[in-house]
């Protein structure tokens, strides 16, 4: 059993940055695929970025050029680092990730995100 534990979220201004962590129960190099995915109230839970073992990324269209993910296998974690943050990048926040090995998905418990204008 894989678990997930993000932090870093909170509350900030528009304009403003945040950068949130996510720490793995096992080595990361384990993961096949890892990402940030995010909900905001009475949506669908939405892709934000990913990152593959191989360290390829993907973002979606509305964070490019002001989100970063990245591995820190030093730590363990996968960080999202938030910049240029809008009103509209309100929700809650979750790390995924996909064991290499069983190819079962695993989910933290998320983290509130909340930009204020």
């Known amino acids: 059993q894989v678990q997930l534990v993000e932090s870093g979220g909170g509350l900030v201004q528009a304009g403003g940055s945040l950068r949130l962590s996510c720490a793995a129960s096992v080595s990361i190099v384990s993961m096949s695929d890892m990402g940030w995915y995010h909900q905001a109230p009475g949506k669908q839970r939405e892709l934000v970025a990913t990152i593959t073992r191989t360290g390829r990324t993907n973002y979606a269209d509305s964070v490019k050029g002001r989100f970063t993910i990245s591995k820190n296998y030093a730590k363990n974690t996968v960080d999202l680092q938030m910049n240029s943050l809008i009103p509209e990048d309100t929700a809650v926040y979750y790390c995924?990730?996909?064991?290499?090995?069983?190819?079962?998905?695993?989910w933290g418990q998320g983290t509130q995100v909340t930009v204020t204008s």
């Open positions: 995924y990730g996909k064991n290499g090995r069983s190819g079962s998905d695993y």
